[in-house]
């Protein structure tokens, strides 16, 4: 088993405020995938990354695949209460998905 | 728009009980998997499916059985629910390199 730890594992902060969040593991992944989970629904997926130094940006999100393809860093400036919810990393190695401890965050309005 | 739907979204049981959660996609997709979720926890992998017929054990079978006749439809049955059985079942499917459409899940209870 591939495991990815994330961290922190809670989160709680004013909207307006900066934060990342945390994707670590030991394994090298093909690539890397960043999911938000709003209670009682599935994960929506909200980025790919596949090359090792990728960084990508969605609004107010950041993602970073780190170099050597082991690590990844979620980045959210200027929180709204809007990004609540479960988010998930997941690598990708040999056609299976490996998920992350999950890091939960909640803005506070 | 996720093309992907699994129902019944919420089943209460007796333990000793068969049941069936069901899990379609219109998208054509090929790989399909089933994976358990306690609640703000990480996702455990319980089956997976690369095409028709094809069906592979993950690392959390969970005393399940899954089926492949079809693309668009993933079953997973639990021949004998028990109370360690509830949690929440994820549906997926994917194409190419992520994991790009989940179900909204089933959240089952066993009594």
């Known amino acids: 088993t591939q495991l990815l730890e994330q961290s922190p594992q809670f989160l709680s902060i004013q909207e307006g405020e900066n934060l990342t969040v945390y994707c670590n593991s030991s394994?090298?992944?093909?690539?890397l995938q960043w999911y938000r989970q709003e209670p009682g629904e599935g994960p929506v997926l909200l980025v790919t990354?596949?090359?090792?130094?990728e960084v990508k940006k969605l609004k107010r999100l950041t993602f970073q695949f780190g170099d050597a393809r082991k690590d990844s860093s979620l980045h959210i400036t200027a929180a709204q209460t809007g990004d609540t919810g479960l988010y998930l990393c997941?690598?990708?190695?040999?056609?299976?998905?490996?998920f992350g401890t999950g890091t939960s965050l909640t803005v506070i309005p | 728009e996720a093309d992907i739907y699994q129902t019944p979204r919420y089943l209460v049981i007796g333990t000793g009980k068969k049941i069936t959660l069901e899990c379609s996609q219109t998208?054509?997709?090929?790989?399909m998997y089933w994976y358990q979720q306690d609640p703000g926890m990480e996702l455990h992998l319980i089956h997976y499916?690369?095409?028709?017929?094809?069906?592979e054990k993950g690392d959390l079978s969970s005393e399940s059985t899954v089926s492949r006749i079809r693309t668009e439809h993933f079953p997973l049955t639990l021949e004998s629910a028990r109370p360690s059985h509830t949690s929440q079942y994820l549906c997926?499917?994917?194409?190419?390199?992520?994991?790009?459409?989940f179900g909204a899940g089933t959240r089952l209870s066993v009594l």
């Open positions: 997926a499917s994917s194409v190419g390199k992520s994991i790009q459409y």
């Open positions: 394994s090298v992944f093909s690539s």
């Open positions: 990354v596949v090359t090792g130094g």
């Open positions: 997941a690598g990708e190695s040999g056609n299976q998905f490996y």
């Open positions: 998208m054509g997709h090929d790989k």
């Open positions: 499916s690369y095409g028709v017929n094809s069906t």
